[in-house]
């Protein structure tokens, strides 16, 4: 999977349910990120870190936690607050703070509300 | 806030033909501009990016131009192939890792056999 994974691959969750979806990268990158894909509206951020143990709000955070506890992993939570939460969802990673050279994505997890 | 525009939303051209997918971004502060090529039912990978010191970038059969003035930049693909077919994003950044990276909407491209 190119050093970034996400799993599960599909995910389905019952109204009222949080579910986490995972996200771990074994290219030393400082950053991480959390994007929302829905069709025809291209990439959206959710949250973002930079470093172990902080991380910022992107432009739709509301309904979504993360937490950054180790440099590789960045668990993404989709709580019941989260009103539309179908979508497919793509971690990122970046190596350095000061310049950024592009993005490595994992492979998406695909959630569905049912 | 900061918005990148993206046109055209679908493209369709003939096995061999050029493709050209034009962006517009509004944050003046930007100064890195990758473009990512997404294959159905995969992740988004980097194809090429430029950064603001230069006005174009060249990479076997795929280029990127930019216009810092205008505020645009845009992807050439010269001889198409099948294979090229997918959808296509652009973004915009103000060049490290602590600014947000904004996404076009992206452009399904189709190369027709």
Partial sequence: DGGITQSPKYLFRKEGQNVTLSCEQNLNHDAMYWYRQDPGQGLRLIYYSQIVNDFQKGDIAEGYSVSREKKESFPLTVTSAQKNPTAFYLCASSIHRDVVGGYTFGSGTRLTVV | ?113
Avoid: M
């Fill in chain 2, 1 to 113: 806030g900061e918005n990148v525009e993206q046109h055209p939303s679908t493209l369709s051209v003939q096995e061999g033909d050029s493709a050209v997918i034009k962006c517009t971004y509004s944050d003046s502060a930007s100064n890195y501009f990758p473009w990512y090529k997404q294959e159905l039912g995969k992740r988004p990978q980097l194809i090429i990016d430029i950064r603001s010191n230069v006005g174009e970038k060249k990479d076997q059969r795929i280029a990127v131009t930019l216009n810092k003035t205008a505020k645009h930049f845009s992807l050439h693909i010269t001889e198409t192939q099948p294979e090229d077919s997918a959808v296509y994003f652009c973004a915009a950044s103000r060049g490290t890792s602590y600014d947000k990276v904004i996404f076009g909407p992206g452009t399904s491209l189709s190369v027709i056999p």
